[in-house]
T-cell receptor, first 115, second 112 residues
């Protein structure tokens, strides 16, 4: 069965520091990969996605992620965070095969950016 | 701007009193999803529609029903809300099964 593991439940970081939020998945088939951000009391917003092509994906708000097939990872990075990046971040995967329409979600990583 | 709209943003209902949450979209997407999200948890898929084709998750309680009268609208009906149904309910859409999902702002349901 497919699963998504976000290795850190909470990541505290100082403003303007770099950050990496880690995501690993287990799947015997190819997947599509997504990162979403959720601000308090709001819905989820797509940060970036990997469907195919270049393994380095750039998203909104200065975030990027790299798909590593051999390590089954899709870590999210930002070189310099702002206070406004404080939010919950979710990694999600969808298997490529068939008509599966379901996203498999990680448990989320809470990013706290401190001044 | 094309978007996913959920009304109301906050809903209070009494234990056992039926409640309906609504979702509309201007994206003209084929697929609409309903998720339940409890505090500090990932969203949990309840069901989805691919056009008019309804797909229920195996562990979605019978207490939860959904209607999609047309492409733009989708409703979540909770027939007899319990205290455990208090949560954020998220509606999402996608153009097709393999594509990313676009989320509405959510409806926070309180059960008293």
């Amino acid at each position: 069965a497919q699963s998504v593991t976000q290795l850190d439940s909470q990541v505290p970081v100082f403003e303007e520091a770099p950050v990496e939020l880690r995501c690993n998945y287990s799947s015997s088939v190819s997947v599509y990969l997504f990162w979403y951000v959720q601000y308090p009391n709001q819905g989820l917003q797509l940060l970036l996605k990997y469907l195919s092509g270049s393994t380095l994906v750039k998203g909104i708000n200065g975030f990027e992620a790299e798909f590593n097939k051999s390590q089954t990872s899709f870590h999210l990075r930002k070189p310099s965070v702002h206070i406004s990046d404080t939010a919950e971040y979710f990694c999600a995967v969808k298997i490529r095969a068939g008509n599966n329409r379901k996203l498999i979600w990680g448990l989320g990583t809470s990013l706290a950016v401190n001044p | 701007d094309a978007m996913v709209i959920q009304n109301p943003r906050y809903q209070v209902t009494q234990f056992g009193k039926p409640v309906t949450l609504s979702c509309s979209q201007t994206l003209n997407h084929n697929v609409m999803y309903w998720y339940q999200q409890k505090s500090s948890q990932a969203p949990k898929l309840l069901f989805h529609y691919y056009d008019k084709d309804f797909n229920n998750e195996a562990d979605t309680p019978d207490n939860f029903q959904s209607r999609r009268p047309n492409t733009s609208f989708c409703f979540l009906d909770i027939r007899s809300p319990g205290l455990g149904d208090a949560a954020m309910y998220l509606c999402a859409t996608s153009i097709g099964p393999i594509y990313e999902q676009y989320f509405g702002p959510g409806t926070r349901l309180t059960v008293t």
